[in-house]
C-alpha cells in the first residue's frame, strides 16, 4: 500500500468511527443538555474547560514529540515511547494535583463545579495516558486499531448517562462516567498497541533532557493555543453566569467534536510528511500540502455552508428549545471551525518541519488579541462576544502561521479544487434555502446528494481519484 493510500485508508476507517462516536456523543448531549437544562450544563462545560488548561500544560507536546521522534527512528520505538511516558505520567500526577486546588479557591464555582474538578482530574489523566499509547498506532499508521477502543469508551459512556438520568443523579456523577469511559479506552488501546511496540517504564535521564528540549517549545505552543481555545468559556463563567456558559458551551462542544475531524486526518500525514522532510524530498512536501489543502476544502466548504443555514434545526434536535440562543452562536462558531481546519494542516507541516520554535511569537500576539478581545466583548456581547474573539483568533494564528511555513518550506495550497467545492457548496445551500421548511435528516441527504453531484460534475472529484484513495494494495 502506497503512503497515500495507507493515509487515505487511515482516514476513511477514522472519518466511518468517528461518524459511529459523533452519533453517540450528539445523543449524549442531547440527552445531558435536556437534563441538566442550561445552568447545569453550563456547569458541565465549565468543569472540564476548566481542567483542558492544566491536563494540556501536562502534555507539554510530548504526544506530537513521540509521533515525530517514532517517525524518524522506527527501530528505537519502545525506548523512545517508554521514556517519552513516563515523563508524561509524572507531569500529569503533578499538574493535575493542583487543578482541584485551584478551582477550590475560585469564588465564583459552585460546590457542584468544585467536587467535579475533583473527581473531573482522574478523567484528564487517563485522557493523557492513552494520547500516549495513540502515537504508536498514528506512527504506524493504524489508527483504525483506536477506533475501537474510540467506540466502546463512548459506549460506555452514554450507556452511563443514560442510567444516570434515570436514576436522576447530580451533575458529579456524570463526571464520573467520564472517568469510568476513560478508564476503559486507555486499558484497550494499551492493549492492542501492544502488537506494534513493547514499552514499559524508561527512567534514561539523558534522553528525558533530549525530550524536554525538543517538547518544551512545541509545549509552549500548544498551552499557548489551549489558552486562546478555552479561555473564552473560563472568562465567560466568570464574568457572566452559569446560563451563558450553557448557551455558548453547548455549541462549543459540536465545534469540539467537529475539528477532530482535520487532526485525525493530518494526524496520518504528520509521519510521512516528517520522513519526507528528513530526506529533502521537497516535492513530495509539496504534494502532500496540496492534497492535504484539496482534502480540507472538499470536507470544510459544505460543513460552512450547511451548518450555517440548518443551524437552528440542527440546535432545537440536539440540544432542545431550551437552547435557542445557541442557534445563534453555532452560525459564528463553525467559521472558527471553518478556519481551524486549514489552520490544522499549516500546524502539522510546522511541526513535521520542526518549526514550533518559529511560532511561540505567533501564539503569543494571538493570546493577547484574544485575551484583550474577550475582555471587551464579553461584558457587552457575552456568548457573541466570545464566538466573535474566538474567530478573530483563530484567523490571526492561521495567517501568521502559514506566513512561517510558506517561508520555510516554500509550499502553497492549491485553489482549483477549493473554488470547485466552493461552487459545489454554493449549489447545496441555494438548495438547502429553498426547502429549509422540510424535515432536517431529508436536508441532509438532499444537500449531500447535491453537493456531491455538482462537485462530481465539475470534477472537483474524479474517479481517479477516489480508485486512489480507496484502493489497497498488499
Known amino acids: ?27 449524549m448531549l442531547a440527552y445531558l443538555a435536556r437534563y441538566l437544562r442550561v445552568d447545569g450544563y453550563g456547569d458541565y462545560t465549565t468543569i472540564f474547560a ?24 522506527p527501530d528505537a520505538s519502545p525506548h523512545i515511547l517508554g521514556n517519552i511516558f513516563s515523563l508524561r505520567i509524572l507531569f500529569a500526577i503533578l499538574l493535575l494535583a493542583i487543578a482541584p486546588v485551584i478551582g477550590w479557591i475560585v469564588p465564583a464555582y459552585g460546590m457542584d463545579v468544585k467536587l467535579g474538578i475533583l473527581v473531573g482530574t482522574l478523567a484528564s489523566f487517563f485522557i493523557l495516558s492513552n494520547q500516549m499509547v495513540v502515537s504508536v498506532f498514528q506512527t504506524n499508521l493504524r489508527m483504525d486499531r483506536l477506533v475501537i477502543g474510540d467506540i466502546v469508551a463512548r459506549s460506555v459512556l452514554l450507556g452511563l448517562v443514560l442510567l444516570f438520568i434515570t436514576q436522576g443523579y447530580s451533575l458529579v456523577a456524570f463526571v464520573w462516567a467520564n472517568v469510568i469511559a476513560n478508564v476503559v479506552l486507555f486499558v ?21 533532557k533530549h525530550i524536554i528540549k525538543e517538547a518544551l517549545p512545541l509545549g509552549i505552543i500548544i498551552v499557548l493555543g489551549l489558552i486562546y481555545f478555552k479561555i473564552d468559556t473560563i472568562m465567560l463563567s466568570l464574568m457572566k453566569d452559569s446560563e451563558a456558559v450553557g ?23 504528520l509521519p510521512v510528511v516528517t520522513r519526507y522532510i528528513e530526506k529533502g524530498e521537497r516535492g513530495r512536501v509539496q504534494e502532500s500540502f496540496k ?20 443551524a437552528e434545526p440542527l440546535v432545537v434536535l440536539v440540544l432542545g428549545v431550551d437552547f435557542m440562543a445557541s442557534v445563534e452562536v453555532l452560525r459564528y462558531l463553525i467559521f472558527a471551525v471553518f478556519i481551524i481546519f486549514f489552520g490544522t494542516i499549516i500546524g502539522y507541516f510546522a511541526v513535521a518541519a520542526d518549526l514550533q520554535r518559529h511560532l511561540v511569537w505567533a501564539y503569543i500576539l494571538s493570546v493577547v488579541v484574544n485575551v484583550v478581545g474577550n475582555l471587551i466583548l464579553i461584558p457587552n456581547y ?11 483568533t483563530e484567523l490571526l494564528i492561521a495567517s501568521l502561521a502559514f506566513y512561517i511555513v510558506r517561508k520555510h518550506l516554500r509550499v502553497s495550497p492549491g485553489l482549483t479544487v477549493f473554488m470547485k467545492a466552493l461552487l459545489a457548496s ?39 481519484m477516489m480508485r486512489e484513495l480507496l484502493r489497497q494494495r498488499s
Do not use: C, H
Not at 480540507?296 to 440548518?310: H, R, S, Y
Open 382 to 392: 457575552s456568548y457573541i462576544g466570545a464566538s466573535i474573539a474566538t474567530i478573530g
Open 291 to 310: 492534497k492535504s489543502f484539496d482534502f480540507m476544502a472538499i470536507l470544510a466548504l459544505p460543513l460552512l455552508v450547511g451548518t450555517f443555514i440548518l
Open 188 to 208: 484497550i488501546s494499551f492493549m492492542l498497541s501492544r502488537r506494534f511496540v513493547r514499552f514499559s517504564f524508561g527512567f534514561d535521564f539523558s534522553y528525558w
Open 426 to 464: 454554493s449549489v447545496m445551500g441555494v438548495v438547502l434555502y429553498v426547502l429549509r421548511d422540510f424535515n432536517i435528516f431529508t436536508l441532509v441527504v438532499v444537500g449531500t446528494v447535491a453537493y456531491g453531484g455538482v462537485l462530481y460534475g465539475v470534477k472537483g472529484v474524479s474517479k481517479q
Open 247 to 269: 448557551i455558548y458551551g453547548a455549541p462549543y462542544k459540536i465545534l469540539e467534536i467537529l475539528i477532530t475531524i482535520p487532526a485525525m486526518f493530518m494526524g496520518s500525514v
Open 1 to 27: 500500500m502506497s503512503n497515500t493510500q495507507r493515509i487515505a485508508f487511515n482516514t476513511f476507517i477514522q472519518i466511518i468511527g468517528k461518524g459511529i462516536t459523533t452519533a453517540i456523543a450528539v445523543v
Open 50 to 73: 476548566f481542567l483542558g488548561f492544566f491536563a494540556i500544560i501536562a502534555d507539554m507536546g510530548l504526544y506530537t514529540v513521540a509521533v515525530r521522534e517514532m517517525a524518524k527512528r
